[in-house]
């Protein structure tokens, strides 16, 4: 059984824990090298007071942000704020004395509006709610700013907020402006005409949810078109769209006659934010005629990955070169130089004498981190991948991000940290695999009672295509492991049955599906053969949850029971949902791209899926509920109760 999940409603555990004596401490010291970077997985683990305990859950995305200043030339770079805590996708008022940002100083991944003056003074807040709001931008006479929300339905639109009397007004999100529902409905990164009169923005509205490779991958790729509305919601229309093409992030020029934005294939959306590829990935910025939607054209023509392209001045345009890697940097059209440089989201000044953008960081969060909750009774906090408490109270989890994609176990408050498993020990995967995460011992699951760990250890994602994987599993103490199956197919993700006799698990290549494998004698019996991925036992042995592939484009939850019989489909979304897990009292969390693109997907770093919610749900997939609202992919919840913690 893989009790992965401990009860979202607070329930009252029995657990006693002795307390860690000296000698296990040094006992642990010498068994387990103390290096900084282990050292990390030190987690705080404190109880929540006045809450039912913590949710652990996984985070990808930039772990620091920092907006900084420069001359457009890249001299003169200045940090924006003293007291920086997250900020990013900034941009200068019309009369270039303020900075509208987007900060998450309230809490890791709740996204809030903030501007200060150019030189860093006058900190204010603007907008601050639970919703991600992001990308906000000031008016020509500085009354109104025009940002984007996830507010009252968790999907992105575009808003207008008068900053006197605080009112808001959502543009797109109405009965003219809306996708068809089964589709993405994104709007991003609104701009203002010089004038005042037009809001233009890019949307992936009455798009394909379309996966990667050509439709055959699991993350989605984006189809944006460029759009202009009018403040007060009139005058919507399409300016510019290219079949199969992601025109993204549009800009006015000065004179307002025209429209530019960075332009690339659907397929390329993908390869922007996978760092093996920017190498290989190429953008052209194109400008339009704002009146017509046409005389298209190229500014550029180099195959380097160009974006966030703004006019700096009425001849001149600047842009981001986000690859190769080599070139990455501040470009513009003509007249000044190129400046090689870490930057994200570039945007000039009106007299196009100065610039800001963020700085990331990239060093993975610590253990146990806190992160912005948005379920009161819970307190959220960072953890590495595939996280499991035993029925015991001990954690087991894959060090991916924080180690090298071994399995480790330890006390929920981080202490008596062991490796049950080393993910070389036995020779079988690739090392070079490993260090870029497609290969490890991934997704421990605890036996019931508490004496066994099972894994799948072997080669993930894509690479799955090509080396196969195995179903281990090896004794708490780590003093034994044996492998379960051959390899003759690519085998992992295995969950315990609740009396320990069978375990799970999936299979992929030249077969397809769940299996469920005798713990006694080794036999094994095909439960389904389609596409099937992620299966979990129910805390009662009645039923497995796992995710399906629909078709090329859709993956859904769905549960059977153990003999074969009441496969229900719970999730519909037309987008991906996946990775779930049962909670103690057999509820089911999982993760779901439902709500779409939280920003423009070709603008994320180094990720897989960009974006990502976690939700919840009853086991027959009613009452259906949103646990974060980021702009990051999160996924891999686990709930800890006080209980464990004390």
């Known amino acids: 059984m893989r009790m992965s999940i401990f009860a979202l409603l607070g329930i009252t555990l029995g657990w006693s824990f002795a307390m860690i004596q000296k000698e296990e401490a040094l006992e642990l010291e010498s068994d387990f090298p103390t290096t900084p970077l282990l050292r990390t997985h030190s987690a705080r683990g404190l109880p929540a007071p006045g809450k039912k305990g913590v949710m652990l859950m996984n985070r990808i995305g930039p772990s620091t942000s920092t907006l900084y200043l420069s001359n457009a030339d890249?001299?003169?770079?200045?940090?924006?704020?003293?007291?920086?805590?997250?900020?990013?996708?900034?941009?200068?008022?019309?009369?270039?004395?303020?900075?509208?940002?987007?900060?998450?100083?309230?809490?890791?991944?709740?996204s809030d509006i903030y501007r200060s003056r150019v030189d860093g003074s006058g900190l204010e807040k603007l907008l601050a709610t639970s919703s991600f709001e992001d990308g906000a931008v000031m008016s020509p006479d500085g009354t109104k700013v025009a940002y984007v929300s996830t507010a009252n339905d968790y999907t992105t639109n575009i808003w207008v907020m008068d900053l006197d009397m605080g009112g808001q007004r959502c543009l797109t999100n109405t009965a003219t402006v809306k996708g068809i529902?089964?589709?993405?409905?994104?709007?991003?990164?609104?701009?203002?005409?010089?004038?005042?009169?037009?809001i233009v923005f890019s949307s992936d509205r009455n798009t394909?949810?379309?996966?990667?490779?050509?439709?055959?991958?699991?993350?989605?790729?984006?189809e944006l078109s460029i759009y202009v509305i009018r403040p007060d919601g009139t005058g919507f229309r399409q300016l510019a769209t290219k079949s199969g093409y992601c025109l993204g992030s549009p800009n006015?020029?000065?004179?307002?006659?025209?429209?530019?934005?960075?332009?690339?294939?659907r397929e390329d959306t993908w390869n922007a934010h996978r760092p093996e590829d920017l190498n290989i990935t190429t953008s052209q910025i194109v400008s339009v005629d704002f009146a017509t939607g046409h005389d298209r054209v190229e500014e550029t023509s180099d195959s380097r990955l160009k974006m966030f392209p703004q006019y700096v001045t009425n001849d001149t345009i600047g842009y981001l070169v986000k690859g190769p890697i080599g070139d990455l940097g501040l470009n513009y059209t003509s007249g000044l130089t190129s400046v090689l440089g870490s930057m994200h989201s570039p945007a000039w000044s009106p007299d196009g004498k100065t610039v800001v953008y963020e700085k990331v960081g990239t060093a993975t969060r610590p253990m146990e981190k806190p992160l912005y909750s948005w379920d009161a009774d819970w307190d959220y906090r960072f953890t590495d991948v595939f996280p499991d408490l035993s029925l015991q109270g001990k954690l087991a989890l894959t060090q991916k991000q924080l180690g090298n994609s071994s399995i480790v176990?330890?006390?929920?408050?981080?202490?008596n940290l062991k490796v049950v498993f080393d993910v070389f020990s036995t020779n079988q995967v690739n090392a070079s695999l490993v260090l870029q995460g497609l290969a490890g011992a991934f997704q421990p699951a605890w036996s019931p009672d508490g004496?066994?760990?099972?894994?799948?250890?072997?080669?993930?994602?894509?690479?799955?295509?090509?080396?196969?994987?195995?179903?281990?599993?090896?004794?708490?103490?780590?003093?034994?492991?044996?492998?379960?199956?051959?390899?003759?197919?690519n085998s992992g993700f295995p969950s315990y049955s609740h009396d320990g006799t069978s375990l799970v698990y999936r299979v992929w290549g030249a077969e397809f599906g769940l299996r469920v494998m005798n713990l006694t004698d080794k036999s094994v019996q095909v439960l389904t053969t389609e596409r099937d991925n992620l299966p979990s036992f129910s805390p009662d042995g009645t039923q497995i949850v796992f995710t399906r592939k629909m078709n090329a484009t859709n993956f859904d939850v769905c549960t059977i029971r153990p003999d074969g019989t009441d496969l229900k489909v719970l999730t519909t979304s037309g987008a991906n949902d996946a990775h779930a897990v049962w909670t103690a009292d057999g509820r089911i969390l999982w993760s779901s791209g439902m709500y779409g693109f939280r920003t423009e997907a070709a603008t994320y770093d180094d990720t897989f899926q960009p974006y990502g919610q976690i939700f919840v749900m009853n086991a027959d997939g009613s009452d259906k509920k949103i646990l974060t609202d980021s702009m990051w992919e999160d996924s891999m919840p686990l709930y800890l109760p006080n209980a464990v913690l004390n």
């Open 208 to 222: 394909a949810w379309t996966g990667h490779g050509n439709g055959t991958g699991w993350e989605h790729t984006q």
């Open 451 to 489: 004496q066994w760990v099972a894994f799948g250890l072997g080669s993930w994602f894509q690479e799955r295509a090509v080396y196969t994987a195995w179903i281990y599993q090896a004794t708490a103490n780590g003093s034994y492991y044996e492998q379960l199956t051959n390899g003759s197919v």
């Open 409 to 415: 176990t330890m006390n929920p408050d981080g202490s």
């Open 181 to 198: 529902p089964w589709s993405p409905n994104g709007y991003f990164h609104p701009r203002w005409s010089p004038d005042g009169n037009w």
């Open 252 to 265: 006015w020029s000065p004179d307002g006659k025209r429209v530019v934005y960075y332009e690339m294939t």
């Open 74 to 110: 890249g001299s003169n770079e200045r940090q924006l704020l003293n007291n920086s805590v997250y900020e990013y996708h900034a941009s200068f008022s019309p009369d270039g004395k303020w900075i509208t940002f987007t900060s998450e100083r309230s809490g890791d991944g709740n």
